[in-house]
């Protein structure tokens, strides 16, 4: 065997490199949230949070390893659906999955996939938004040129259906993280029966964060339309 | 007498099997490369022989009807397997063990080959923990024991109730390493159905493959035989519903004597019948009467009363129940060797004591043991005066760590909970001693076919002692038959690959297909089950625990009516090339068919009480067996001639320098 | 619970001529079947009737009938080894069902497992697993240490047997959705991780295995839990999550 080469070509690697990206992703979504939380503070305050994110060349450097954070869950995630489906060519005729396993554990590529489609939506709403129009105003407090993404981000979510779509995209980003979250830590190795519970119990109370925190945002919007 | 020379090496009982080690004949590394030998069955013994021989150098083609080495039925025992390795300090010693175990089997048994088993006992578990067995340990990290019937002392060595899974897994592991070398061609799912004889020597099989129905021929320039007991022939019993004799009888048929086939063990700790749907037996490990008491009510009107079920087991006072075993048997309890549990278990009965509605039924108890051990965890967790509720329940804690899987296996079968109430038990065809007649060096009357583990006869005598399987079946395999093999290769480094289309392998694979085409068309009325029913139903109750002289004959008659009647009326849907288990199934009940007679005409023979071998008329007063050393001191070995009831016994003389002959004695 | 009364049932049985051979779901109806008898023993009630009537019995893999030699694999009612935690086929009774009661009954379903007639599948692939690495190199000398010469911690002891109760019936793979061996492998690879004896040759073992586990077409675990739930042994997950370990720093370590 060549060095390193089960390290990225064998199940168990290609499990454990989904475990990585996947904590990997959950981290940004951390960071991704408080930004958004500062949309509660104000205008100014979310403009300013944006600007930053915008500019500091650290979050700079980070977008491309995000980018490739994506990819790689991505596109190892449907490697490894394919390769599921083909592990059992001739299916059951009767099964009774639910009596041994969560349906977010087992449909983790509908949950995904739910969340990739959004993901296409959310770029073209924001970021494609933000990087390739001049469509954003701009505004200076105290000497800094803003854009004024609040505008942006809140005008958006006075539209119904967005705000529809966005809730069930951020429902089914939770059920993804309920699974995916404590199931990360069982891919990387990093599990045992004594803190089996502990992880379920963090992994449910984080991904419930994660929906409800982006989807207060959405409806509080919704419901009182910034002027 | 010409073939029977068991080849026991003179000398001191303590030197003979160093001093045959040292003089038998070695075969050179480079020179094993260029032998083959056959291993049908890879349960312990074969298993074990198996890998032992690859790694010696030898070319071993394995066979097993299953589909992995893994699931043979060694993987079933349960309760542990004996070591004189004296790690509790209670006395225990080579010479002990082999005193039990010649005492146990009632005097019937090599004393030779016994104290072989006693020496590299040892071995087995060094040989075992270096493979990575997971057997039970203490606090200190130490080889934890425990104590079987039939003996005073703690030399049993566990994994909890899964003792042989974890030892043919050994075994199993040990085979995988040579699979993955390449070194043992591994044939699962396939049945020997003859052994192939060359120049007077065994020189391969007939298999068929049990997927495709092809008949196969492999040659080699030895063949093991260790496919284990014949106790199906009794159809319900604790062996898989794949074990047969058919290996045993073929070689049988040509040439291999077949000694004492009617020492069966009747296990006294199975599960009661339930119905006449049932298929098998299953067994309670002996271990549990380590801590469970056996008792029956002492008063018929307490057994009506529990038989229809307005009084619970539970609700009896203790002065109402007789502890049978300890009441006739008080310096052994109810640790009384399988044999002599099995005849008070059904003694009581017969007497009309049954506790379940068949009337087949005692009761095995752990109330006393819940509350012996609760009170000493109570007192090792510092709970001062504890209710009798929680010394109960640390108590059942503490059973269920020793005992747990059996008591849910338990659950499984009958429905009730027995940390509750008490269990059923009754005795059932456990373990056949009988089997191919061999040499001190596991060599059959067929020169170059050996048998080994319970498929031979040599250890065990008229009874077997619990937790003695597994010892004599890896023993064989690992320790003696890779030695002992060598003695007869040594002559066959020239030989050269033998070949598979000579005259002799055309009339063997000739001889199968026609029977197997014989079968196919007798297109008769009745199931296999149907007659391997009948036969099983004669044999309990002709041959089963008590047997005379009456009853054996009518055995003999009937079952030759039977198989007169398989041979005209059996039906076997399907074909005989392709996966077909009903005619798997005919060929071995052709064979129990046979066996079965030969079993009665053997029991017949036997006027005496021996081990597992109890002849009504040969009782004491007490109803105790009574063994007869002046006439039956012997083997009785059956050379096949044609049909069952024509065999020809030839004996051989037991003798016993090292241990005096005594009546047994468990009180 | 059903009552004590006897049963009748419809049974959907994949049929399958050979492993080539398309197969299909066939019905079945037995009737008078006791609730204390076995599931097998009321498939072999079942097989009697279709030999009287002159039909090839259905063919199942089974032997001990008592839950240990991990032969008997059947899929029922959408469950390896039907209702029930932590038991075989074998052990299932038919109190677990009800009177009129239609119960499916399939193979062991995995493209590395395939249909060999009826509801027997070929489970070698599970046996290459363990050749590739599922054993302590050492020969049967008997010249090895005193078997007490190593003490061995009674919980690793404890963690090793309960990893090592496994009894290779496929059951975990048959109801994994993707068809994954890994509680299967991870339990062997705990047995020997967790012995001294087994850890010599620990990284080459774990390697290997999975090597070959992957060669085989088995799936990839998605830690559904699945397997734990439908293993008759109640084999941990928690072996799953020390093989990956191992696996990662063995694989590091190249």
Redesign the interface.
């Known amino acids: 065997?060549s060095?390193?080469?089960?390290?990225f070509n064998?199940?168990?690697?290609?499990?454990?490199w989904m475990a990585i990206t996947g904590l990997f992703l959950i981290t940004f979504l951390l960071v991704h949230l408080g930004v958004n939380l500062v949309m509660f503070a104000g205008k100014d305050a979310f403009n300013q949070a944006t600007h930053f994110m915008a500019t500091n060349p650290l979050i700079q450097v980070m977008q491309y390893v995000l980018a490739a954070g994506f990819l790689v869950h991505i596109i190892m995630g449907i490697k490894?659906t394919m390769?599921?489906k083909?592990?059992?060519?001739?299916?059951?005729?009767?099964?009774?999955?639910a009596?041994?396993?969560?349906w977010s554990?087992?449909n983790?590529i509908i949950s995904g996939g739910l969340v990739l489609v959004f993901l296409i939506l959310h770029m073209r709403n924001f970021f494609y938004e933000m990087k390739f129009t001049e469509n954003i105003g701009t505004y200076t407090l105290d000497g800094v040129v803003l854009h004024n993404d609040f505008l942006l981000v809140s005008s958006l979510f006075t539209t119904w259906y967005y705000v529809v779509i966005y809730v069930l995209a951020f429902i089914a980003l939770g059920i993804h993280l309920n699974?995916g979250f404590?199931?990360a830590?069982?891919?990387?190795?990093?599990?045992?029966?004594n803190w089996?519970g502990l992880m379920q119990t963090v992994g449910t109370v984080f991904s419930a964060i994660i929906a409800i925190g982006f989807s207060a945002i959405a409806i509080y919007f919704f419901l009182n339309p910034a002027q | 007498m010409s073939k029977l020379d068991s080849k026991i090496p003179a000398g001191p009982i303590k030197d003979k099997w160093t001093n045959h080690k040292n003089n038998i004949n070695l075969v050179n590394p480079a020179n094993k490369r260029l032998i083959d030998v056959i291993v049908v069955g890879t349960g312990l013994a074969g298993g074990a022989a198996s890998a032992s021989l690859a790694e010696m150098g030898y070319n071993v083609k394995a066979f097993a009807y299953q589909d992995s080495p893994r699931r043979a039925h060694s993987i079933a025992a349960q309760g542990g397997i004996n070591a004189a390795k004296n790690y509790q300090n209670d006395g225990d010693s080579t010479y002990r063990l082999f005193y039990d175990t010649v005492k146990g089997g009632d005097y019937r048994a090599r004393e030779a080959n016994v104290y072989r088993l006693a020496e590299v006992s040892a071995s087995i578990i060094d040989q075992c923990v270096a493979q990575g067995v997971p057997f039970a340990r203490d606090y200190g990290g130490l080889l934890d024991n425990r104590s079987f019937g039939g003996v005073l002392v703690s030399r049993t060595f566990y994994a909890k109730g899964q003792t042989g899974q974890q030892l043919l897994l050994g075994a199993y592991s040990a085979m995988n390493r040579q699979i993955a070398k390449g070194k043992i061609a591994m044939h699962n799912r396939h049945e020997m159905l003859d052994v192939v004889i060359v120049d007077g020597k065994a020189r391969g099989i007939i298999a068929r493959d049990l997927i495709t129905g092809k008949i196969e021929r492999h040659s080699a320039h030895a063949v093991v035989i260790a496919t284990g007991g014949y106790g199906n022939v009794f159809f319900l019993s604790t062996n898989a519903m794949g074990s047969n004799v058919t290996a045993a009888w073929k070689i049988h048929k040509k040439g291999a004597y077949f000694a004492n086939p009617c020492y069966t063990q009747i296990h006294p700790t199975c599960i009661p019948r339930s119905g006449d749907h049932q298929s098998k037996l299953t067994l309670m490990s002996e271990s549990l009467r380590n801590d469970g008491r056996i008792w029956v009510p002492k008063h018929k009107k307490d057994v009506d009363a529990i038989r229809n079920g307005t009084l619970k087991p539970t609700q009896l006072a203790e002065a109402d129940r007789d502890y049978y075993l300890e009441r006739r048997y008080p310096a052994f309890g109810n640790l009384v060797p399988r044999d002599v549990a099995s005849r008070a278990a059904k003694e009581r009965c017969d007497a009309g004591f049954g506790v379940n509605a068949t009337g087949e039924a005692v009761y095995l108890d752990f109330a006393a043991a819940f509350v012996r051990y609760g009170k000493e965890k109570a007192h090792v967790s510092g709970l001062h005066n504890p209710s009798e509720e929680k010394i109960l329940e640390l108590g059942r804690e503490v059973i269920k760590s020793k005992y747990g899987n059996l008591f849910q296996m338990y659950e499984k079968i009958v429905d009730e909970n027995p940390y509750m109430t008490p269990m059923m038990i009754y005795p059932a065809v456990h373990y056949t001693m009988g089997g191919i007649w061999v040499d001190y060096n596991l060599q059959t009357t067929i020169p170059g076919c050996y048998a080994a583990g319970e498929a031979n006869f040599s250890d065990h005598g008229a009874n077997r002692l619990g937790a003695s399987a597994l010892m004599q079946g890896l023993a064989d395999g690992y320790f003696v038959l890779p030695y002992t093999i060598g003695d007869y290769l040594a002559n066959e480094i020239r030989t050269g690959t033998i070949p598979t289309d000579s005259p002799e392998f055309d009339a063997a694979e000739k001889n199968v297909t026609d029977t197997i085409n014989k079968m196919m068309n007798i297109k008769g009325t009745k199931s296999v089950d149907h007659f391997h029913k009948r036969l099983g139903k004669i044999m309990w109750d002709n041959v089963g625990m008590a047997r005379n002289v009456e009853g054996l004959k009518e055995a003999m008659a009937e079952i030759k009516s039977i198989r007169e009647e398989f041979w005209k009326d059996v039906k076997i849907p399907g074909t005989a090339n392709s996966m077909n288990a009903e005619l798997e199934k005919a060929g071995r009940v052709a064979d129990f068919l046979e066996l079965g007679e030969l079993f009665a005409k053997d029991a017949l023979d036997r006027n005496e009480s021996c081990g597992g071998h109890f002849r009504e008329e040969s009782q004491t007063e007490e109803g105790e067996a009574l063994r007869n050393d002046k006439d039956y001191a012997y083997v009785s070995a059956w050379e096949y001639k044609g049909e069952p009831a024509d065999a020809v016994l030839h004996k051989e003389e037991l003798e016993f320098n090292d241990i005096e002959l005594k009546q047994r004695s468990y009180k | 619970m059903s009552s004590n009364k006897d049963m009748d049932l419809l049974l959907?049985i994949?049929r399958q001529a050979d492993a080539n051979s398309k197969g299909e779901?066939v019905d079945y109806n037995v009737t008078g079947i006791s609730p204390d008898s076995s599931f097998l023993e009321m498939l072999d009630v079942l097989n009697e009737q279709l030999v009287e009537k002159g039909q090839e019995p259905v063919v199942f893999d089974h032997d001990c009938r008592e839950g240990i030699c991990g032969m008997c694999s059947l899929?029922i009612?959408?469950?390896a080894h039907g209702?029930g935690d932590q038991i075989t086929t074998c052990q299932l009774h038919m109190r677990s069902f009800n009177d009129g009661d239609t119960i499916?009954i399939?193979p062991f379903?995995?493209?590395?497992m395939p249909?060999i007639k009826d509801l027997v599948v070929d489970r070698s692939s599970m046996d290459k697993i363990q050749q590739a690495g599922g054993y302590v190199s050492v020969n049967t000398s008997g010249n090895t240490q005193d078997a007490n010469a190593l003490p061995i911690p009674k919980a690793d002891a404890d963690a090793a047997f309960d990893a090592a109760t496994c009894i290779g019936c496929g059951a975990c793979i048959a109801?994994c959705?993707?068809?994954?061996a890994?509680l299967f492998l991870s339990a062997k690879v705990s047995q020997f991780a967790l012995l001294p004896q087994g850890k010599v040759e620990a990284a080459d073992r774990v390697?290997n295995m999975?090597?070959v586990?992957?060669e085989e077409?088995?799936?990839?675990?998605?830690?559904?839990?699945?397997c734990e739930?439908?293993c008759p042994k109640g084999i941990?997950?928690?072996n799953?999550?020390?093989?990956?370990?191992?696996?990662?720093s063995?694989?590091?370590a190249?």
């Open positions: 065997m060095p390193l080469k089960g390290f064998s199940s168990v690697a290609r499990k454990f490894l390769q599921n083909a592990a059992r060519s001739v299916g059951y005729a009767y099964e009774n999955a009596a041994n396993s969560s554990s087992r983790m699974h404590q199931s830590f069982q891919s990387a190795g990093w599990k045992n029966s089996k | 959907k994949w779901l899929f009612n959408g469950e209702p499916y399939e379903r995995a493209t590395a249909v109801t959705k993707n068809a994954s890994m390697k999975v090597r586990m992957d077409g088995f799936g990839n675990c998605t830690n559904t839990g699945a739930v439908e941990s997950l928690d799953i999550a020390r093989m990956n370990r191992e696996y990662l063995a694989s590091l190249d």
